[in-house]
Structure formats: C-alpha cells, structure tokens
C-alpha cells in the first residue's frame, strides 16, 4: 500500500483546483510510493472554501492558513494563494517542517524569494514551484533530445506567451479572479504572470541568462477596481518583451502581452541549434516540430512529432499512440514526481532555489524595461 | 448530496480504464443528481480482476459476470468485454432491469444486435453504448452547428479512420490485447473498430445511409495466434473503405485502415454544405475547422477555432481558454450525459436502438466487401 | 544559338495562356538545344485570337485550324480547344507530320483516344498530353523518392480533387468559359476534368489500375445553356468518387467534387508503404509530407519539406531556397521536358499512348458509375 | 500600342535575373500603357555580362555603367549592384535625368542616402527601391484590410526574417554570390539585407518607428575572403533583434539571422489590432491569416486566406481560384505599378524618400547594437 502524503491546501482558485486534480489523480494511473491525501483546506472565504472541500474532497476546512500550516496531520502545504501571500505562507510552513509546493511565480520579487529560499533550505524541507508546463510530455521530451547534444552550439532562443483578454477597458482589476491586474497582489503583470513561464523553461532548456532588455507598456491606463468600485491607475505591465543573452552565448528573444487579438493561451517556444531545432507551441501541445540538419539534403524539413507515443516522457502512463491528454496532466506529472523525490529525498525541480533564478531575470526585465538600459541579471 | 449510480464493471483492459476514469472524475467536475461509485468489477482473469479493483478503488471482485449482472448492490453494469460477449452480458443485465453502458460496436452482427435491443427494449432499461467520439468538444460543436441549419443542402460527407500498428506480419493476433485482429472475438477487424466510429459520428452529424459499395482487404494473410501458437489465417478485414449515399441526397466515402504508415489514430471527418463546410480530426482534437461561405468573398478561408472557450460544448466545466483537454475526456462527457439522462429517464444517445442502425451500415458494408454488388442498408 | 521549334497554338482560352507562358519563358531559365517559337495561332473568334497573339506575340493568325496543322512553317500544334475537338484536329496534324502536344483529357472517350494513338503512332510524331501536374516539383520529387523503393510494399493510394465553384444553380452552362459544363463539349463532368489528373499522377506513381467501382451524381439537374438561351438538362457528372485495386496489391480511393464548399482546387494524393508515406495538396504546392518509418521511434512523425532547394526537380533553375514558384512553372517545366526528348527523339511522357490508359480508368469509372457494378479497366 | 520604356540593367546577379524576368512578363498578363523593352545591361564582367544578356534578350552589353546611364537609349536604370555601388549610380543616373529603379537597402547608410535622396528629388526623375515583398499579393491584401480600419487599435506588430545559409564556417566572405557577407561591399549583414523587408513592411503596415533597442551578434568571427584567399574577420551582423514603439503607440519586436537552423527564408509578420489580427509568412506566401473578433464568440478562430481569387490583389491577372504564383511575381507586380505610376507621372512606392526612411531605422538599430542604449529614429 501506498503511504499518505497529507495535503494542506490553501486557496480554491483555479490553481486550487488544477492541483486537487493532479493530486487525485496520479495514483489511478503512476504507481507510486506515496499517495497524496486531500487533508485540508484554508481560505479566505469559508463558505467558498467548504464548497471547494466537498466538491474536491478534502477532509475539513480550517479557518485560516496559520492554523493550517501548524496543523500536525499535514504533510505538505500547497500554496495557491495571490502572489503577495507566497512569501509569509512559506516561511511559516516551513519553520513546522511542511514540505512546500508553491504556485509560480515563487516571489513579488527576488528579495522576498531570497528570504524564502533561505527559510526553505534552513529547515531542510522538501519544496517545489509549479512551472507546470516543463512536465507537458512535448516540453519533457524537447528537454531530453537537448540533453542528448543533438542540437550542438546553440544560436537562438525565442519564446513568447500571448493573451487577448484584457483588451477591454471595461474589464475591472483587482479582487476574485481578478487579481492578477492588481500589482499590489500580483508584483507585476505579464512578466510575473506569463514571462515567468518563458524564462522557467528557457533556463531549464538552454541555461542561465545574463543580461537583458526589455520593453513595458500599459496599455489600459485606468480600471475600475473590483474591491473599491474606484477608477485607479493600472500600475501592472500589459506587455513585456525584452532581448538577452544567455550563458551559452546564444542570443534570446521574449514577448508577452494580454493584447494579442487571437491568443488565447499562446505559450510558444524555439530553439536554434547548428544541427537541429526545436519548436512547441501550449495551443497544440501534443506536437513537438523537430528539424534535423542530419536527415538526407533534399529530404530535410519540419517534422511535427505528435507526442503521445509509449516512448514519450509520461506517455505510457495514459491510452495509445494518437491518443491526446491535456493541461491538466502537467500538474499530474508534476505530482508524480514531486512524490518520487520524495520518497527518495531527493530535490524535486523547479525548487525555490531554480525559482528564484526565474525571479532574479524577471526582476532585471522589469527594471530594464523602467531604466531603459541593459541589465545584467 | 448526490445519490449514487453504483456500477459494475466487466472487463478491465483499455476500455476498462477509460470508463472508470470517467465515472471517477465526472462529480470533480460536474454537478450532477448521481454520482458513479465503483462498486464491483469482473472479470475472466482474478488476479488482474483484483489488480485493477486496487488501482481504481472498485470495492469488490465478482469471480464471473453472471454473479455481478445478478448483484442486487449493482445498478448499472458497463461492458468492456471483447464483442462476442456483449450480447449475452447485456441480455442477461437487462432481465436483471440493470441499466447497461456497453463499449462499441454493439454486437457481433445485426441480427444479434437486434436481440439486444429486443432485450434491454422490453427490460425497459437505460442503456447507451460508448461511441465517445461523439463528446469530443469540437464533434458536439460540429453537431451544434449543423443542427442550427447552417450549413444548408448538404453534398457531402466523408471520413477516415487510418492507423498502422498491424503492418508488421510478427505480430500475432487473438488473445490478450490482440483480440481486436481475431474475428471470433472482434466480429470483424476494422469495421466494427474504428469503421463504426465513423458511421455512428456520420449518422448522427448527417442522417440515415441507405446504400452502400465497399472494398475490404486483409494484407497480411496468416499471423501466429496469440493463444494456439499455432500460425492461422487472418479472417479479419484490415482495411475497409466504401461509398454510400445518405437519405438527404448527399454522398458519403469512408476509408478505415490499420496499414496506413504514420497516422496512429487519425480520425478525420470533413462535411461540405452548399453554405458551409466543418472538417475535424482526432490527432488535433480540439480544433474544428470551418468554412463560411457567407464571409465577405475575398475573407473567405478555412478557420480554425480552438474549441476551448466557456461557450464551446463542455468546456465550462475545465480550464480556460486555450488550455485543451484529452481523449479521456470524452468518456467523462459522455457519464455526465448519461448521469443527466438517467436522472431524467429520458434516453442517452447513442442508445442500444442508436447503435444497431450503424450495425446495419457495418453489416451491409462487410456483404458489399464480399459480394462486389451495391447492398441497401 | 538554340534552334526553333515552331508552335501552331490552337485556342486561346485558359489553357492557351497557361501553354504560351510555358513557352515564352522556357529559355530564359533552361539551357536546350530547342527554344519554342509561337509562329501562329488558329481559333474559332477571328477577333480574340488575334488579341490572342498580339497579348502573347505569336507571328500570325490562321483563320482555321485546318490551315495551320497543314501550315510548312509550324513544327508542333498545341491543341488547346474543348476536349470534342482533340481526336480531329490531332489526327490530321499526325497526318501532317507535326509534333502535337495535346491538352487533357486526351479524348472524349477510349475508343476516340484509340483512333489518335494509332494515329500519331503510324505516323511516327512526338506526341504529349498536358498533365502539367506531374512537373509540379513536389510532384516530381514524389516520383524519384517512389522509385527509389523506399516506401517498400504499397497499401494506400488516395487522392482527391475538390472544388466548389459550379455550387450555384444559377451558373449557366456551355459556352465559352462554360463548356466544361456542357457535356457534348466535355465528355464528361468532373472524371475527365479532375479525376483524370488524379488517375494520371496515380498511375505514374503507383502502376496500373485494375478494377473500379464508382457512384458519380448530378446535384443540379437542369441549367440555362449560354448559348441557346434555354434551361436544358445537365448531363455532366458533378461529383465522381471511386475505389479501386491497383496491380500492385494495393487499395485505391479517389474523390473529385465541384461541390465541396470551401476548396478551390484542392488537388491532394497521399501513398502509404510499409516504410514510409508521402502526402501533397496542391494548395500549398511546395510541400511534400513525408513519414520516414526509418526514423527513430520517438522521433517518427510527419515532416513538410519545402520543396525549394537547388536539389529539388527542376528548383535548381530558379531561385533560392525558400522563394516560392507557382503553378503555372509545371507548365514551363513539361515544355522544357518535351524540347529535351524531341533533341534525343525519345518519348515525351504522358504519351498519348500513357494518357489513354487514363481514359480507360475513366470510361471504367463512368461506366461503372451507371452500372453499379465494379468494372475492369 | 504600348509605348517603350527602355531599360538598362546594371549587374547580372540573382536580382538581375529576379528584375529582368520581371521586365519580360508584365506585358502578357497586364494592360499598360508602357512596355518595358530589355536595352543594354552593363556590369563589371564583360563575358557575364554578355551571356546574361543574350540569355534575357537585352539589346546590348555596354562595358561599365557610366556609359549606360549617359546612353540616350535607356530610359531608366535598375541598379542591381552591390550595396556600395548604389549611391554613385543613383546619383549619376540622376544627372542625366534617368528614371531610376534601385534595389534595396537603398544605401550603406542614412547620409549616403540623403545623398541620393537629394539627387534624385533635385533631378526630379521617377524613382522606386526594390522592396518587392509588398507585392505578394497576400501582403498587399494586408495592407488593404488594415487601410479599411478594420484592426482598430494596434498594440503589436512583429516580423521576423530567419535564414540558415551561413552556419557553416567554411563557407568564405566577400566576393561573387558571397558579398552579403562583406561589410565593405554590403554595408551590414541581416541588419540592410533581411531587416531592412522587414521594417520597409511595418512602416507601410503599421507607421513610424520611434525608438529601438537592439542586439547584434557575429556568431562566426573570421572567415577566408574569397577573392584575397585570407582568412579574414567577419565585420557583418550574422544575425540581429530589436524592439521598438511605432508613432501609433504600438510595439514592435524584429528579429533577423542567417544561424537558425531549419529556416531558408522564412520572412513573417505579425500585427495585433483591437479588433482584428493578421499573419503572414513567405514560405506559404499565398495564406493570409486573419483572427476576427467581429465573429460570433464561438466561432473566433484564426482563418487561413489562400489569396489567390480574382478579388485579390493583382490575382485578376493570372489563372484561377486556387492556383499559386510565386516569389517571381512580386517584382512582375512592381514593375506594374511602377509603369502605372510612370504613365501617371506619379510616385511609385516604395519611393528613395520611403527607402531611407527605413535605411533611419536600421542605422539606429545598427548603432543601438553598438552602444546597448535606445536610440531614437
């Protein structure tokens, strides 16, 4: 029999939910050491909490976090919670020894996910961020062919995560759903938000960047706020990019914005190497678009691997070759492996600590993009 | 609280896991008057009865079908067994008055169809046989718009279902996950598999088929049998296409095949109205494309909606826009649908009644193969 | 300085313009021993076929057609008229000795097709018929990689060709522009305009034809004649889709359509081998799809090579990789493959004699499409 | 009949020949009131020179350009010299009143180009750049859906231009084919010979551009220069990116290389408006991409325009719906336009004043990528 893992959860967002499906669904399908267990639930709003806890399953609610990451029969505490909240959460989670999964991104900003990093490592607790989209079985694998050297020197990274849906003036700022337009609760906009997301598997695919540039606009200078029913001036970033180098000498490229009439969800990545390329997109994350300079001069192209394979990373775990699973599966990846280290007493990545290099390049982009100058990072 | 549907499950292959998957996850999900409880699975083999019982949470093994049918803490009994055993299973569920969810194709031929329906019709049971592809999001929404008249006279319809994992002449047939290659168990080979699924999608997009002309073929003529060991001729078909025409005067192609190299599951279907064409497939499952004819003359082209918006068919009860969801999904639409008609004793398509007419298109498609004559449906 | 070869064009429709463009520009791009000449052109409308040769330069109008394949000044007659008039004209100008390139189809029936091969045949004359499709590069490329055997034993040959544009029942039929319409002038409907391309790239890449059974429809049944003013019955087949076994084993599907709401002229054909397949449309006529069954496991998938290198068929006398050429270069193409064969006096393929075993395929299919029964080619 | 315009081509390289069928075509497919009519070409080797022009049929080889431009016979010059070469033609052209047709960039540099600029305007004579891209007809459709309004506010627009040619370190610098490499002969590498499309596109598309930051790399440090045969350092730009803000308010984000393995020539763009967004690639030249958020909710998707009906820019004048032409055209189309504008004694488009518009923008992102500060346009 498996041995439990007891979740503490705290927030009931869409997040909430992403990770409840993750950590109940991981068992039916990986065979694993531990089994995570829907122990609690801490939120904000008690009725919306209970509600979430019955839907989910999760065995009571507490009143509030602090009561929850003290709670003794609590093995892990998932933090879901606004941005602002990360930092506190964590810390005190880890001073009773909870291993830690945090929603992305780790930080309001790198000083904050300092201290967390320290707090983390000095009580020697099991800890992870969820940059889910590594663990999509495309990302996974696009990271094993790179790992193999196939590409040789590398030239190019380029990335973008394009959004249409705050294009509307009249769409309010602040509060539930919504907080991800208020800086007070998020720390920034795009950059934290989608650029984060970029930067974590930029890192984990090509290495460490150096320096950067970037640009920011808002383009919404206004918005009713949902709390206060008040105009107030939007202080998030609608639009980010900026150009950089990494540590390999390539060159990078990043976009983002919330104004890109047509996206929904449009996280793309490319890799130029001397021997290959790579290229992924989140709309159709089942293909991986391969070229290899070593195929036959006249028969070279892109190829658009659909993976799902039983030799793909992950794949065996679910149907047949053909066969698509979706977003929600990178947070049951991310589970099943986040308890394999476990067991091992190993680090499970991302861990704060590779957050937290996610978060020093988001804070140089954001200064960048207010200095106008190059940053190192 | 919602009551409870208790099922029991026979079988516990392929099929087996994606119906219990689906009955786990639909109340996460949706909200529902009855919720599934896993209440008790058989099967041939024990241990992996019990394996499997394990793995999805069952609460009991039956030691033979016949005991489980007869179980008076059993609602409804799913069959997931190979097809020669539908008739007999749902026969004797329905003299129990069990509600039956039967895989696809219905039965091993027409005539034993219709005993089916004459069964569960005067049992007066709710019953459904699992045609999933029906509640792929796109394939709804594809139903939606052309139940809405948009399309206009309708001139035609065509699809395939092409995969490849049989060119290999090792691969032996009969037995454990091969029975879908040995007619006795199967019926036919890619008639009844994947032919099926395109008949009943037809049918329900397109209306009735009245005749038809088919081609069968079956290339690789004899495989070592999986349980004999014994070499034996290949009786099933490999590969089937046809041409038909529909009651509403449009004509119909279809191509199924196991022997086309580098397609592992690719359903595709494609419908062309005097206004208005629709085009779909299952390697990229969440995209429906669409032809309007009634678009300004020189912005007319092919669009590809990315089925994953609030207002698109189920997707309300996921994620949000942009993030797609999988194969298995399909499944759990299809509990949820059932789980709704149930409550309301109304009928859940495709009803036993449904799926007997894609029977007769099967059937009569197979007598074409051999006779080389038209045949009436 | 390369020696002329003297072209007596006859029509000036649509298939003129594609021919002359073909010849003028020819020598600009190809190194041969013959550069085409437009000497003369003869046609039905005196005042249009001399705007005719003033647009594309031709030396001079005849005033029938009769007086140009006798004309001592013309090596080749170019026979662009509707197809009722191939079989006449090219038995008289085999009777004068000259070179006849033919446009498709080669007659309005086998029998006729008959009479002109044993024509030019005695009479010892180049001869070519204006499948221009097989020189799209693609095309081409397709063949070499067939030939070379890498597909290994076929299984799958499907092809179709779909257009939408007579949906309207208003559209007039007969005439000038319109004759393809109007049976008497045509043939047929859509088996000697569309299939017969199909059924010639076919053959030439998948050997010959031995059974077919077809189901051809008329969608609108009666239609205003241009020319007499009166609404009279249309007896072109509108849509013609047809199975059929190859010599090679292999299993045949071909769709031609005018109604297919949506697609312009969507020329596609894909092959399935043991080891590989390939796939085009001639929509995006410079992609070749190709899956390489050679590639490692989890690295298969399919590969769109832009077919526009230096060492792509014919791309070496154009541009650089990347840089597009378009339809209208097959016609180019198959002028510089015939000036080459005329120079080595060898066969110019499609021969009359290959393109009458596409009319023999297509009598089968038409047939067949009135009997309802499957027909030997 | 139409009237001459005499030509004289300077220099028999690739756009030579691009220019020079350009020339040759435009008179079979479009009514104009001039002819351009092949007079003599000059260039620096005399035995090229003279095959180039027995190849085309140009009148006459003269021995070096100052006799051309002073030749009473020509009416206008086409400069398809290296970059270095441009300004002194240009400039002497002007003198003796020679309408003139440049290719692009139009100088090494801003000064060189107000230089020419000046001449020009002084001399008054009819003056074009060779920015053909605006002439695919998919892109000039661009440009008439964003003149209608249609897009509303514009927040992005990005272009790439991405090529692969130059990974290899053997391949030499400097010389004939090769002196794209040579900053002497070229004046910059991606920055004037792919960025330069790129930004002449945007302006046209979407307005000024105000201010960059840019990034410039020489991935390969020396290569042997092939006329000294030493091994020399690589002074060009191998690859370059920059983000910048247009007048409109909108963002821009350019990138341009010859290191990104799998791409031959892969110009695209992209521009994001409130209510509309287009796409637009070259190796699919003939797809215009559109998102409408006019579109009822569900039914929003991106549409794939293949721009080929008659109702498309400048596709009257070729074959049917469906049926590409290719890169070639677009400069048969500027030729068009700029004999339109000759018989109107109008500006043709892109003008040397519109040309050096875009040479100010690649000299500040060729100096932004020196001093890694924003520079202002």
């Known amino acids: 029999m498996a041995k439990p893992l007891r979740i503490g959860m705290i927030g009931y967002g869409f997040m909430g939910r992403a990770h409840s499906n993750g950590y109940k669904r991981v068992s039916d399908f990986f065979d694993l050491e531990y089994t995570p267990v829907l122990q609690a639930v801490a939120a904000r709003d008690p009725a919306k ?60 900003d790198t000083s904050e996910g300092e ?15 969820w940059y889910n989209y590594r663990r999509i079985p495309a990302v996974t694998f696009a990271k094993q062919i790179i790992d ?27 509060g539930a759903g919504l907080w991800r337009l208020d800086a007070k609760a998020a720390g920034s906009g795009v950059t ?13 695919l090509n290495g460490s960047v150096t320096d950067v540039t970037a ?7 206004e918005r009713q706020h949902q709390l206060t029913g008040q105009r107030e001036p939007v202080t998030i970033d609608d639009a980010c990019s900026f150009l950089c180098h990494f540590q390999n000498g390539s060159l990078g490229l990043f976009e983002s914005t919330r104004y890109a009439r047509g996206h929904k969800a449009l ?41 799902t394979d039983g030799d793909h990373p992950y794949m065996d775990k679910w149907w047949v070759p053909g066969l698509a699973i979706g977003y929600e599966h990178s947070f049951v990846h991310q589970v099943a492996d986040f308890l394999e280290a476990y067991a091992k007493k190993q680090p499970a990545h991302p861990t704060f600590r590779d957050a937290l290099e996610t978060q020093r390049v988001c804070d140089a982009v954001l200064l960048s993009g207010k200095s106008h100058q190059w940053v190192n990072v």
């Open 192 to 204: 934290g938000d989608l650029l984060a997301h970029c930067i974590d598997t930029a890192i984990w």
């Open 148 to 174: 193999s050297g196939q590409l040789g020197r590398i030239f190019h990274y380029r990335a973008n995560f394009l959004q249409d849906w705050t294009i509307s003036a009249d769409l309010p700022q602040g």
């Open 267 to 307: 996280y793309t990545f490319e890799i130029n190497g001397e021997n290959m390329s790579l290229k992924w997109d989140l709309h159709d994350l089942h293909r991986l678009q391969v070229f290899d300079y070593k195929d036959a001069g006249n028969m070279r192209g892109w190829k658009s691997i659909h993976v």
């Open 215 to 221: 640009m920011t606009e808002t383009f919404v200078k």
């Open 115 to 129: 201290r967390m990093v320290a707090a983390i490592e000095k009580a020697g607790v099991p800890n992870m961020v």
């Open 49 to 108: 909490a209970k509600e979430f806890a019955d839907r989910w399953g999760y065995g009571r609610v507490e009143s509030d976090w602090q009561k929850l990451v003290a709670a003794p029969d609590i093995d892990a505490i998932d933090i879901c919670t606004p941005n602002n909240l990360h930092a506190e959460i964590a810390i005190e989670a880890a001073k009773h020894g909870k291993a830690i999964l945090c929603e992305k991104p780790l930080s309001m």
